[in-house]
């Protein structure tokens, strides 16, 4: 079985402009690979460390939520708030339901992904998710990062994401 390292961002000040950008909203929660494979997953830190038990209601969501045996996808365990929003310090003391955000796909039945453009790789998770699992939910993208980030500092986000919809997916 293939092993991925998750692709790490970078911070920046502005918001980048054009065209060649889309935007999610940033979690705050606990990144995690989950390697679904013949009806177990597990999950993985972006240090490889095993998330599975200390996440199991999510990882057995997550078995149910794919619809295939074997994919990995890469996304975020989040705990909400009494507003619904992801909060870390809700996932390290709180009682607030589960949640895993997710937003790449990195293999699926076998076949590695990580050379197909994001806009491919999101299109094949959104698809590949049934939404009737709530616990598991597809990250939204946007068109307009500065509403997208006023929204986000409007309701207390941790920040957002900016993403190049033909980008390859490079570990590490």
């Given at each position: 079985a293939r092993r991925y390292r998750p692709m790490l961002a970078t911070s920046e000040e502005h918001v980048p402009r054009g065209d060649s950008w889309s935007y999610e909203v940033k979690f705050d929660g606990y990144r995690a690979l989950a390697y679904v494979r013949g009806g177990e997953c597990r999950l993985e830190s972006r240090n490889e460390q095993d998330l599975t038990e200390r996440f199991e209601p999510?990882?057995?969501?997550?078995?149910?939520?794919?619809?295939?045996?074997?994919?990995?996808?890469?996304?975020?365990?989040?705990?909400?708030?009494?507003?619904?929003?992801?909060?870390?310090?809700?996932?390290?003391?709180?009682?607030?339901?589960?949640?895993?955000?997710?937003?790449?796909?990195?293999?699926?039945?076998?076949?590695?992904?990580?050379?197909?453009?994001?806009?491919?790789?999101?299109e094949r998770?959104?698809?590949?998710?049934?939404?009737?699992?709530?616990?598991?939910?597809?990250?939204?993208?946007?068109?307009?990062?500065?509403?997208?980030?006023?929204?986000?500092?409007a309701q207390g986000l941790e920040g957002i994401m900016a993403k190049r919809p033909d980008s390859k997916y490079f570990t590490g």
């Open positions: 999510v990882a057995k969501e997550i078995v149910k939520a794919t619809k295939s045996p074997n994919a990995v996808v890469d996304g975020e365990v989040c705990r909400l708030n009494a507003e619904g929003r992801a909060s870390f310090s809700e996932l390290q003391q709180g009682s607030g339901p589960l949640v895993y955000y997710a937003f790449d796909l990195l293999e699926l039945d076998g076949e590695p992904l990580l050379d197909l453009p994001l806009h491919e790789r999101r998770l959104e698809q590949l998710l049934d939404k009737r699992y709530t616990t598991v939910r597809f990250s939204e993208s946007f068109d307009d990062g500065e509403a997208l980030l006023e929204a986000a500092e």
